[in-house]
């Protein structure tokens, strides 16, 4: 059985860094103020702009937790569920 290091993302940088980038794009503040077109489908630039960078958030975090993360826990329970099977 092959098992998988424990890794902690809070410690690693560049995930913070596009963190904090997409956060920053998702609030449309660098457009002009009062600006509402051009349209796209029938939705005002910065809706559609918003709506994108918050889908890319919900894949980035999404995919930050299924492949960045690997937590000690995970491995803490497999050896206390071992111990209970040995003494149970």
């Given at each position: ?24 794009l ?10 509402v ?20 958030m ?13 937590i000690?826990e995970?491995?803490?329970?497999n ?5 209970d099977?040995?003494?149970?």
């Amino acid at each position: 059985m092959k098992t998988k290091s424990v890794k902690e993302p809070i410690r690693k940088k560049w995930i913070w860094i596009v963190l904090f980038i997409n956060v920053v794009l998702i609030v449309p503040w660098y457009f002009p103020k009062g600006a509402v077109e051009p349209f796209i489908f029938g939705f005002p630039l910065w809706a559609f702009i918003s709506t994108f960078f918050t889908l890319i958030m919900g894949a980035y975090l999404s995919w930050l937790c299924i492949s960045q993360w690997n937590i000690v826990e995970d491995e803490e329970e497999n050896a206390k569920r071992k111990e209970d099977v040995k003494h149970g």
